[in-house]
């Protein structure tokens, strides 16, 4: 069935008291969101800087060129409820969620040159992608379902960089792309409660969540597909036949990229659902100080 537009434009939600079925954890180990300014270097990152394998590299290339203006959108979402939120803790969190998230877009963006002078140009798709996702799409929809859509966006980000940072997927990445890659999830995990819980805040619906987890589903696999086929499209070192080899390759480790995402979906809409249920934070906190930046 096609998104009616229309409809989502005129889509009004009051305030329910919901928010009881998704309460958290009662003693989560949740730290206070730190906001870091890094620095990373690319100049030595090779154009198939994920163990040479281009489809690999292009599919997480897919998803990086989408940060940027993604975390802006994630930032105006929430921010738009900032003077709705009167609990200080949540007020500070959502404070040190924007500085993170805009830590994040920098350091993403400036991948970009480096991509380009590999031949690998992100402007023709970036350019696409923010005609339709943010002057055409986001205006018209509700402030509610921008909310709900950013929280859905968060768990995805969140349960990946929980694969990231516990398993061995980035063994194989170049150390300059591993430490952005690692860093960055690491801080997914310390703020993936704030939407959720300014959402829970605002609109504690269940109907409102599960439409912006619809909306994310959608928009994530469709744009995340668009970018990684630009890339590969761009790479006149690989083709098709290289592209098929390497994704069967990389698929019989385990499910990848757009095939985990239902499990998470699912995940998602449980009644009841909390970010906090999965107690992960110490598996972020236990990398930052491995690295020395535990602290800003």
Known sequence: MPLDLPRLRNFRVSRRDEAAETAPPESPDRPAPT??????EFDQVPRHWFGGNAFATHMVNGLSVLFPDGERFFVRSVRHY??????PELQ?????????EGSHAREHQRTFDHLASQGLDPQPFLRAYKKFAFEFLEPKVSPPLRLAVTAAFEHFTATFAHQGLS?????????????????????????????????REVDGRQSVRAGG????M???????????????RQDRE???RRS????????????????????????????????????????ARDYLDSVGRLHA
């Open 35 to 40: 906001v870091r300014r890094m620095d990373f």
């Open 82 to 87: 900032l003077d709705q939120i009167d609990d």
């Open 92 to 100: 500070a969190s959502v404070r040190a969620f924007f500085g993170q």
């Open 167 to 199: 398993g061995n997927d980035f063994d194989e990445v170049h150390p300059q792309m591993r430490e952005l890659l690692l860093w960055h999830a690491a801080e997914e995990i310390e703020h993936k409660a704030v939407a959720f819980d300014v959402l």
């Open 213 to 216: 987890m619809l909306i994310a």
């Open 218 to 232: 959608a928009l994530l696999t469709g744009l995340w597909t668009w970018g990684m086929v630009s890339f590969l």
């Open 238 to 240: 690989t083709n098709w």
């Open 244 to 283: 098929l080899r390497e994704m069967i390759q990389i698929r019989r480790a385990g499910p990848i990229g757009n095939f985990q995402m239902l499990g998470m979906f699912f995940d998602y809409m449980r009644p009841g659902f909390h970010p906090d249920q999965v107690d992960d934070y110490a598996l």
